[in-house]
């Protein structure tokens, strides 16, 4: 089971990212998915959220109106699209999966991407 993340970078205020985050071997459809991202000195934080029956997503209200969160189950992806990006959005960015077994949760993370938004 694998998450992979794609598409951080450096970019410059007001622009735009698209993260990417493809999962292999995994029954992508019945996980939800979910983005977090870590900057230097803080903690890991929730981002948005998007459920495995491709519900009303949920964000963070720091990114609410510029990022959107979108999966593609034929395509066992999660996608962030990221507009109007500020420097606080610098952060080591994360996808996880989230399923349940037996009644009991796990999770899934990947290995991260850097986004960097430059003033």
């Known amino acids: 089971v694998q998450l992979v993340e794609s598409g951080g970078g450096l970019v410059q205020a007001g622009g735009s990212l698209r993260l990417s985050c493809a999962a292999s071997r995994l029954a992508f459809s019945r996980y939800d998915m979910s983005w977090y991202r870590q900057a230097p000195g803080k903690e890991r934080e929730l981002v948005a959220v998007?459920?495995?029956?491709?519900?009303?997503?949920n964000y963070v209200d720091s990114v609410k109106g510029r990022f959107t969160i979108s999966r593609d189950n034929a395509k066992n992806t999660v996608y962030l699209q990221m507009n109007s990006l500020k420097p606080e959005d610098t952060a080591v960015y994360y996808c996880k999966a989230r399923g349940t077994s037996w009644g009991t949760s796990y999770d899934i993370w990947g290995q991260g991407t850097q986004v960097t938004v430059s003033s």
């Open positions: 998007i459920t495995s029956g491709g519900g009303t997503p």
